[in-house]
């Protein structure tokens, strides 16, 4: 499932490198952006259960900082109307890859709530 997400992803990046509009090469820089920071976020809350308690709090305070920067990000990324494509069917291939990216950042979003 994660590399069909990842695959999702870079084809849509593709796809808006593609266009000439310089809407489509601020999407593609906010999708490069937001994959940074969900990988970071990942890899915090996969070592996390391993850190003693003060770490586990430095942990939290980053993957915070990490969401601050990206879901700002992710609103903007979401907004591409479909008049900033080319086509039917590569806004639907948008549709799908952003929904993807949006599903992965409500995962994170719910283990880092549920953390004790």
């Keep these: 499932m994660i590399k069909f997400v990842i695959l999702s992803i870079c084809l849509s990046l593709l ?24 990988i970071a976020i990942s ?7 391993e850190l003693r308690p003060s770490e586990q709090v430095t942990n939290r305070q980053q993957q915070t900082r990490h969401f ?6 992710l609103t903007r990324y979401m907004a591409v109307p ?15 890859s952003r929904s993807a990216l949006l599903n992965d950042y409500a995962q994170l979003l719910l283990q880092f709530y549920a953390q004790p």
């Design 15 to 38: 796809t808006s490198q593609s266009l000439a509009s310089d809407d489509h090469s601020g999407h593609s820089d906010d999708l490069l952006f937001l994959l940074q920071h969900k």
């Design 43 to 49: 890899k915090l809350q996969k070592k996390r259960p």
């Design 68 to 73: 601050n920067k990206a879901l700002p990000k």
């Design 82 to 96: 479909e008049s900033r494509y080319p086509n039917l069917d590569m806004y639907a291939q948008s549709l799908k």
